[in-house]
């Protein structure tokens, strides 16, 4: 099992895509990616969810505590 952490900082948008399509060709089944943000970033979550789901990953989204931060914990849909 490996762990990809992904830190989608502000202005990044295209490269932080990237980042994430380029990373999810390298996870395996048991794999976690998660995704993080600035909470107040957290509406570009949606083309992010799409985005993974159509390559088929289960997405949880998830926020802190402090409600600074907003995560996305990706896994790779069991049997794709």
Do not use: C, Q, W
């Not at 289960?58 to 995560?71: A, N, Q, T, V």
């Amino acid at each position: 099992m490996v762990d990809y952490y992904i830190n989608f900082d502000r202005g990044s948008d295209l490269k932080g895509i990237t980042k994430i399509l380029d990373t999810i060709k390298k996870i395996e089944e048991n794999d976690e990616l998660v995704i993080t943000m600035d909470n107040s970033d957290a509406f570009k979550s949606g083309f992010i969810r799409e985005t993974l789901e159509n390559k088929g990953f289960e997405i949880l989204p998830k926020g802190d505590h402090m409600g600074e931060k907003y995560k996305l914990i990706v896994h790779k849909k069991k049997g794709d």
